[in-house]
């Protein structure tokens, strides 16, 4: 400690009394504070089995992290087509659906008896039309025989082409009563997973209104808003590093796609990120991606030259002069091929010993 320390501590504790000096004590007041870069000098030879490295100075990619969410490049919205009441909703949210699967049903009744009196008006004009060709037969018979006029002849003819018209009208009635009654029965449009139910049975559902929300867990994607100036640069299909907090893992993926319009606000573009499937990752998560954001310079040693006490970094470091010191470092988090970044405490060209095998 040193004389201006202890003067001051003297001078505490006689103004406070004892229990000041406790305290002043207990909060490190006695010792003397080591910055980083302060050398603990040491004495001797290199220990046995030791590895000296080089601190080297070294270009690196620079990454800018930017804040994203996970999305299903295929959402899909089930909605109603016709106005009914819903009588089953036949999944709930996280189920697996198929493509084609019934996952709603509504109400039918209505619809089965317009389908009904479609094909029993139907079926009373192919009997119309059946009395029209046979009276055009005999009308022609007639004709032949000079028993009827041509007048009464083309009032046959025109009878019988109303007939015709009639039943294709109502063949169309009918095929539009079958697809009004197979709207009761929603199914998925798409293989995927249900992520929002948003009605339940008994309530009347308008057409347009969504039901079901479904997407495909197969093609997740992160979309992340880049700055204009990094997204200029980058290529559909070029890899990112993609972090998942959730699932504390670092991903790989391609860019899919990069949405060609600048946020005026935020001055930011859209970038969408494919990811590889994962039955952990969920549509709506975060994640992060590392955008490329230029170059610099890093000083590197090996990572297992850095011992961790508490919240304090050392390394060790052969001397020609003073032989074997201990010295604070602060690290970074890049890492590289097993070596780790010095932000201060070391200088190029210093040497530093580590045990073979040792790890950070």
């Given at each position: 400690m040193t004389r201006s320390v202890m003067r001051r501590t003297l001078e505490i504790a006689a103004g406070l009394g004892g229990v000041a000096v406790v305290v002043v004590w207990l909060s490190g007041g006695f010792t003397e504070r080591m910055a980083p870069g302060d050398a603990t000098p040491g004495a001797g030879a290199l220990p046995a089995g030791a590895v000296v490295a080089t601190v080297e100075r070294k270009l690196g990619p620079v990454f800018e992290w930017a804040s994203g969410t996970i999305a299903s490049a295929t959402r899909t919205v089930v909605a109603s087509r016709i106005l009914a009441r819903l009588e089953e909703v036949r999944v709930r949210a996280g189920d697996d659906v198929a493509k084609g699967?019934?996952?709603?049903?509504?109400?039918?009744?209505?619809?089965?008896?317009?389908?009904?009196?479609?094909?029993?008006?139907?079926?009373?004009?192919?009997?119309?039309?059946?009395?029209?060709?046979?009276?055009?037969?005999?009308?022609?018979?007639?004709?032949?025989?000079?028993?009827?006029?041509?007048?009464?002849?083309?009032?046959?003819?025109?009878?019988?082409?109303?007939?015709?018209?009639?039943?294709?009208?109502?063949?169309?009635?009918?095929?539009?009563?079958?697809?009004?009654?197979?709207?009761?029965?929603?199914?998925?449009?798409?293989?995927?997973?249900?992520?929002?139910?948003?009605?339940?049975?008994?309530?009347?559902?308008?057409?347009?209104?969504?039901?079901?929300?479904?997407?495909?867990?197969?093609?997740?994607?992160?979309?992340?808003?880049?700055?204009?100036?990094?997204?200029?640069?980058?290529?559909?299909?070029?890899?990112?590093?993609?972090?998942?907090?959730a699932l504390s893992e670092v991903l790989d993926g391609a860019i899919d796609e990069i949405v060609p319009y600048a946020e005026p606000g935020a001055r930011t573009m859209l970038v969408k990120v494919a990811l590889p499937r994962d039955a952990r990752l969920y549509s709506g998560m975060f994640a992060r991606a590392a955008i490329p954001a230029g170059e610099r310079a890093r000083l590197l040693v090996p990572a297992a030259a850095v011992e961790r006490i508490g919240q304090l970094e050392f390394v060790t470091l052969a001397d020609a002069a003073r032989g074997v010191e201990r010295r604070v470092v602060t690290t970074g988090k890049y890492r590289e091929n097993g070596r780790v970044e010095v932000l201060s405490g070391l200088a190029e060209g210093e040497r530093v010993v580590y045990k073979s095998g040792g790890s950070s």
């Open positions: 699967d019934i996952v709603v049903v509504l109400e039918s009744q209505d619809f089965q008896a317009r389908v009904a009196q479609a094909r029993d008006a139907l079926k009373a004009a192919r009997a119309r039309l059946e009395l029209a060709r046979a009276e055009k037969g005999r009308v022609e018979k007639l004709l032949q025989k000079a028993v009827t006029t041509k007048q009464r002849y083309d009032q046959v003819m025109a009878d019988l082409r109303a007939a015709e018209a009639e039943v294709n009208r109502l063949k169309e009635s009918l095929r539009e009563a079958r697809t009004q009654l197979s709207y009761t029965e929603i199914r998925a449009p798409v293989a995927g997973r249900v992520v929002d139910r948003l009605a339940e049975p008994g309530e009347t559902v308008v057409p347009g209104r969504p039901l079901l929300r479904i997407y495909d867990p197969s093609a997740l994607r992160v979309e992340v808003p880049v700055r204009e100036s990094l997204a200029v640069r980058l290529d559909v299909g070029a890899l990112l590093r993609i972090d998942v907090p």
